[in-house]
């Protein structure tokens, strides 16, 4: 059974930093290319970041500098460091998993920011 369960959300004033995390299970992790997104009420779930299984990175120009993804193969968890955060990245971030056709999803986790 794939799993997918983040950590780390929360509720943090405008300028602060969170660390989210990802714990895969069930999946070859090193294979997969992994991936975070974000959506709030009413909107199509963004793109945030990605790491390929090669640490190849990319990020969503809103979120470049500011945030970075990073993964441990040791550990089958993928993580999220969000820095200088301000009140437009209150969403629910959702973990994915890709390898091919297969794409696993996280429960998603809420981050708040306070202005």
């Known amino acids: 059974q794939v799993q997918l369960v983040e950590s780390g959300g929360g509720l943090v004033q405008a300028g602060g930093s969170l660390r989210l995390s990802c714990a895969a299970s069930?999946?070859?992790?090193?294979?997969?290319?992994m991936a975070w997104y974000r959506q709030v009420p009413g909107k199509r779930r963004e793109l945030v970041a990605t790491?390929?299984?090669?640490?190849?990175?990319n990020y969503a120009d809103s979120v470049k500098g500011r945030f970075t993804i990073s993964r441990d193969n040791t550990k089958n968890t993928v993580s999220l460091q969000l820095n200088s955060l301000n009140p437009e990245d209150t969403a629910v971030y959702y973990c994915?998993?890709?390898?091919?056709?297969?794409?696993?999803w996280g429960q998603g986790t809420q981050v708040t920011v306070s202005s």
């Open positions: 069930g999946i070859i992790f090193s294979i997969y290319a």
């Open positions: 790491i390929s299984n090669a640490d190849s990175t």
């Open positions: 994915n998993g890709r390898q091919g056709l297969r794409s696993y």
